[in-house]
């Protein structure tokens, strides 16, 4: 059974300070990791989608990179905004055709 | 572009009522999927369509059935519904399985 987990659970940092979200996963047969936004009352938002065969993907301020050998991806957000509080949600694409969610980290950045 | 649509927005049911949360998807694709969400909790998959005419359980399926009426249309029904099915409920598509999915803004459901 796939797990995923994130850590923290909440995150509250200053106006300009880049954010490091983490996400780890049990099952190494990975198809691909994909990162969600979810803002207050709202359904998800894809951000990025990294294959089991990337290393990384890029969007903007945003940066995820996978690391199958350690089960781990991090999410990247450069010098943050409070437009960017959010909650933030990983799932794994494994052999078949589900997705397994991490419960999310909640940000809250300051003005 | 609407993108992916579910109606009820917010549902207050009583213990044993039904009902049948709609999704809509306008993007021609051949996956849809139904998922809750509580609280502190990830979002687990009830059930899930490949294509039109095709369903399979997800992780959390007893209690709903599904039904893939069309390309467009994938419903979710609860026959008797149960205060442990207060939750969340979103819809999502995908152009297959495990490529992006895109998700509804969700039904808020409350059982009383």
């Known amino acids: 059974k796939q797990e995923v987990t994130q850590i923290p659970a909440a995150l509250s940092v200053p106006e300009g300070e880049n954010l490091v979200l983490n996400c780890s996963f049990t099952d190494s047969a990975i198809y691909n990791l994909q990162w969600f936004r979810q803002d207050p009352g709202k359904g998800l938002t894809s951000l990025l989608l990294i294959q089991s065969s990337q290393r990384e993907q890029t969007s903007g301020r945003l940066n995820a990179s996978l690391d199958k050998s350690s089960g781990r991806s991090t999410l990247y957000i450069a010098a943050s905004q409070p437009g960017d509080s959010a909650t933030y949600l990983c799932a794994q694409a494994g052999n078949d055709y589900k997705l397994s969610f991490g419960a999310g980290t909640t940000v809250t950045v300051r003005a | 572009n609407a993108g992916v649509t579910q109606t009820p927005k917010f549902q207050v049911l009583k213990t044993g009522q039904s009902m049948t949360l709609q999704c809509a998807q306008d993007?021609?694709?051949?996956?849809m999927y139904w998922y809750r969400q509580d609280p502190g909790m990830g979002l687990r998959l009830i059930y899930y369509?490949?294509?039109?005419?095709?369903?399979d359980k997800g992780e959390v399926p007893n209690g709903y059935n599904v039904s893939r009426l069309n390309k467009r249309e994938f419903s979710l029904r609860l026959e008797s519904a149960a205060p442990s099915q207060t939750s969340v409920y979103f819809c999502?598509?995908?152009?297959?399985?495990?490529?992006?999915?895109?998700f509804g803004p969700g039904t808020r459901l409350t059982v009383l």
């Open positions: 993007m021609n694709h051949n996956s």
């Open positions: 999502a598509s995908s152009g297959t399985d495990r490529s992006t999915q895109y």
């Open positions: 369509s490949a294509s039109e005419g095709t369903t």
